[in-house]
């Protein structure tokens, strides 16, 4: 599993989340949604700091991380969180591991 956040999203986080840096950002599944990777969840984020990350990632005072607990929701998958310049919301791209 990697997490890949692109410029133009992490912009977005920068702005959306308004907080002095350093801070952190959990990536998580929500039980709601149509989600492209597990029917039924969609993925969701909180400004909360790490109890057991599995994987995280920084870019320049901010990081992006999951926790040991929420790992299945990322098996065998890279996650590539961008912006979508049209309708000025961050999205996710999933690419599965054979």
Same mark, same amino acid.
Request: charged fraction near 25%; aromatic fraction near 20%; glycine fraction near 6%.
């Given at each position: 599993?990697?997490?890949? #956040?692109?410029?133009?999203?992490?912009?977005?986080? +920068?702005? +959306?989340?308004?907080?002095?840096?350093?801070?952190? #950002?959990? $990536?998580?599944?929500?039980?709601?949604?149509?989600?492209?990777?597990?029917?039924?969840?969609?993925? %969701?984020?909180? $400004? +909360?700091?790490?109890?057991? %990350?599995?994987?995280?990632?920084?870019?320049?005072? #901010?990081?992006?991380?999951?926790?040991?607990?929420?790992?299945?929701?990322?098996?065998?998958?890279?996650?590539?969180?961008?912006?979508?310049?049209?309708?000025?919301?961050?999205?996710?791209?999933?690419?599965?591991?054979?």
């Amino acid at each position: 599993m990697t997490i890949l #956040i692109d410029q133009h999203a992490y912009k977005w986080f +920068e702005k +959306e989340f308004d907080t002095p840096k350093p801070f952190y #950002i959990r $990536l998580y599944p929500q039980y709601a949604g149509f989600g492209d990777k597990n029917k039924g969840y969609s993925l %969701a984020f909180a $400004l +909360e700091t790490p109890a057991i %990350a599995a994987q995280q990632q920084e870019i320049d005072g #901010i990081t992006f991380y999951v926790e040991s607990n929420d790992i299945w929701f990322f098996d065998d998958t890279d996650v590539e969180i961008k912006f979508n310049d049209h309708d000025g919301e961050i999205f996710a791209a999933y690419t599965e591991h054979q």
